[in-house]
């Protein structure tokens, strides 16, 4: 597919993909979905890819769908209900790579721009960074994920409050909240995502999928059972050659050169 929403970069087993539509606030038409869920499936048939970092182009992450669009398709409940499923389709496919994806997020956090930082493994923030789900300040509910995610992954109560009352975040109060992983100063996001995006490009790839796998799938379960698939995943690992090679690296006191196999 021939991206006109997005960039999608590849140098030293990172990809940036970067959302372009500055003067809409990169807001997420159909077009936009599209184009990301082709995205996903590029980085993830490249087997060099470790690392995914999403960003936005101009003052914003992402301000949320495309409601120009969204208005178009009031009273057409078929366009409506393919419109979600495509989000879904979207949110899931990028949830569900198994490298490492960073959502590196400044200016405006919101709605659909807050799903999309959701289905990342990591959030960093510029520090005037403004999050929040304010579907409710127009009577709207988010429709990709957002319900679902959102009050997983911080505090339930405040996740709650957010999506009743629509109200903003800080970088610092999403942080303080667990929903953000790290804060850094607006003239350092840049250079802090990079540093951080080098480090986990060196990382096993392997351990990474497998660390994914057991951390999504053992929250939705019981302790017991999530123990058993640990037990079972571990194992699996220990016949890949990056766990050879970890070991080895690790007794001849060097630095690991993980195959990725």
């Known amino acids: 597919m021939k ?9 030293n087993r990172i990809a940036t993909l970067t959302l372009n539509r500055p003067d809409d606030l990169n807001a997420l038409s159909r ?10 499936m590029e980085v993830q048939s490249d087997r060099e890819i470790r690392v995914l970092v999403i960003k936005g182009n101009g003052r914003a992450f992402c301000a949320g769908a495309d409601l120009k669009e969204v208005q178009r398709m009031l009273g057409n409940i078929p366009a409506m209900a393919e419109f979600v499923r495509l989000c879904h389709r979207t949110y899931n496919a990028i949830e569900s790579l198994p490298i490492v994806t960073i959502a590196s997020v400044h200016g405006l956090v919101l709605a659909g721009g807050i799903e999309l930082a959701e289905v990342c493994d990591i959030i960093i923030a510029a520090e005037s960074t403004r999050i929040g789900d304010q579907h409710a300040r127009f009577g709207l509910v988010a429709g990709g994920g957002g319900t679902q995610r959102l009050i997983r992954q911080m505090h339930f109560r405040k996740a709650r409050e957010l999506l009743i009352t629509g109200d903003w975040m800080t970088a610092a109060e999403a942080q303080a909240y667990g929903f953000v992983s790290r804060v850094v100063p607006d003239d ?12 986990l490009a060196d990382r096993s790839p392997m351990a990474t999928r497998c660390v994914k796998m057991l951390a999504n799938r053992g929250i939705q379960t019981d302790l017991a059972t999530a123990l058993e698939l640990e037990m079972a995943a571990v194992q699996q690992h220990y016949l890949t050659e990056d766990f050879a090679e970890g070991v080895n690296a690790f007794v001849e006191k060097r630095k690991p050169n993980f195959p990725g196999r």
Do not use: D
């Open 188 to 199: 350092k996001l840049s250079e802090a995502t990079a540093e951080l995006a080098r480090t």
């Open 31 to 40: 077009r936009v979905y599209e184009e990301l869920y082709a995205a996903a």
């Open 3 to 11: 991206f006109e929403t997005i960039i999608l970069e590849k140098q």
